[in-house]
């Protein structure tokens, strides 16, 4: 069975940084790309970032573009996602999904809530 | 960027109706639109893709149809654990892009 699992959420005070993790089992991680996807609070889904199964390509979301950084480690079978310079706007819970080529974002951890605030 | 403009916003529906929403996008994006249903406080959950293709382990009163820009998700005889919100998201071009998401509620 596929599992994806957020931590590092938080509060954070506007112009700080936090580190957000997610551990995937069920699966083989270094063959597949990844996204991070955030919905804030009473709002809809929005796109964060995306990184292929090598982790040689990469994309961003105009608005965090700059200021965060989506990584992978294979050895670990994890995902990240650094963010720097955060702004209340960032505020959203924050998942993690598996992208199947043809399919979609077919597999979702649990999320994981950050707060900008002061 | 893609536009993907999902209509109606909200819908109120009993149980055993059907109920259809559509999707848009701003340009051609082929057959590279998913939906997926969202309940409250859970992660979403992929029900149709490529446009048309039922999900493993989704219910077949729900199907998908459409290619180019206009999409449309239908559910029929609707059952009480379907009320939820449905977003359709294209898979065509970075950056993805999401609609709004339809809240389907129970009359």
């Known amino acids: 069975e596929v599992q994806l699992v957020e931590s590092g959420g938080g509060l954070v005070q506007p112009g700080g940084s936090l580190r957000l993790s997610c551990g995937a089992s069920?699966?083989?991680?270094?063959?597949?790309?990844m996204n991070w996807v955030r919905q804030a609070p009473g709002k809809g889904l929005e796109w964060v970032s995306w990184?292929?199964?090598?982790?040689?390509?990469?994309h961003y979301a105009e608005s965090v573009r700059g200021r965060f950084t989506i990584s992978g480690d294979n050895a670990k079978n994890s995902l990240y996602l650094e963010m720097n310079s955060l702004r209340a706007e960032d505020t959203a819970v924050y998942y993690c999904?598996?992208?199947?080529?043809?399919?979609?974002?077919?597999?979702w951890g649990q999320g994981t809530l950050v707060t900008v605030s002061s | 960027d893609i536009q993907m403009t999902q209509s109606p916003s909200f819908v109120s529906a009993s149980v055993g109706d059907r109920v259809t929403i559509t999707c848009r996008a701003s340009?051609?994006?082929?057959?590279?639109l998913i939906w997926y249903q969202q309940k409250p406080g859970k992660a979403p959950n992929l029900l149709i893709y490529?446009?048309?293709n039922l999900q493993s382990g989704v219910p077949s009163r729900f199907s998908g149809s459409g290619s180019g820009t206009d999409f449309t998700l239908t559910i029929t005889s609707l059952q009480p654990e379907d009320f939820a919100t449905y977003y359709c998201?294209?898979?065509?071009?970075?950056?993805?892009?999401f609609g709004q998401g339809t809240k389907l509620e129970i009359k």
């Open positions: 999904t598996r992208d199947r080529p043809g399919v979609g974002l077919d597999s």
């Open positions: 069920g699966f083989i991680f270094s063959s597949a790309s």
């Open positions: 990184i292929s199964r090598s982790s040689n390509v990469i």
């Open positions: 340009q051609v994006i082929s057959r590279y």
């Open positions: 490529a446009a048309s």
């Open positions: 998201q294209q898979g065509d071009t970075f950056p993805y892009t």
